[in-house]
C-alpha cells in the first residue's frame, strides 16, 4: 500500500481542520447568540451615555440582549423613581448608540399613556364583569 501523507503530516492536517471547525462555529454562535465581551462593552457604553445625555437622573441599565436579525445589543433603560421613565437604546457591534428611543417614550410621554390606556381597559372590564 501506497502512503500518500505520512502519519505527522495527516495529524498536522485533521489539527488545522479542526481549529478551523471550531472558529466556524464560533463565528456563527456569536451571530446568533452574540458575546459576553460585546455585552459587556454595549452595557458600559449604554451607562457612560446615560451619566453623558441624562445627567441628574436616576436611570440605570436593566438588562442589555442580543438582537441576532439586527446584529446589535438593546439596553433597557429604567428610572428608579417613575415607572413611566424607561426607554431602549440600540448599540451595535462597535459599541456605538445607533438608536435612543427616549424621545419617543419618555418626553412625549408614550409610556404614559400605554399606561393609562392598560389602566383603564383593566378598569372597565371590573366594571362591565369582563373577564380575559
Sequence with gaps: MVKIFSKKLTKKIAFVVAILLTIGLVYIANGLLGNFISEAVAKSVATKHIENEYKGTDYYVEEVRYDFKAGSY???????????????????????????????????????????????????????SIKN
Excluded at 413611566?84 to 448599540?91: E, K, T, Y
Excluded at 399613556?113 to 362591565?128: H, P, T
Design 74 to 128: 438593546h439596553a433597557d433603560v429604567r428610572s428608579k423613581s417613575s415607572k413611566d421613565s424607561s426607554f431602549s437604546l440600540i448599540i451595535n457591534m462597535t459599541g456605538k448608540v445607533c438608536y435612543d428611543d427616549y424621545d419617543q417614550a419618555v418626553k412625549n410621554r408614550f409610556n404614559t399613556a400605554s399606561r393609562l390606556s392598560d389602566e383603564y381597559e383593566k378598569l372597565v372590564k371590573k366594571a362591565f
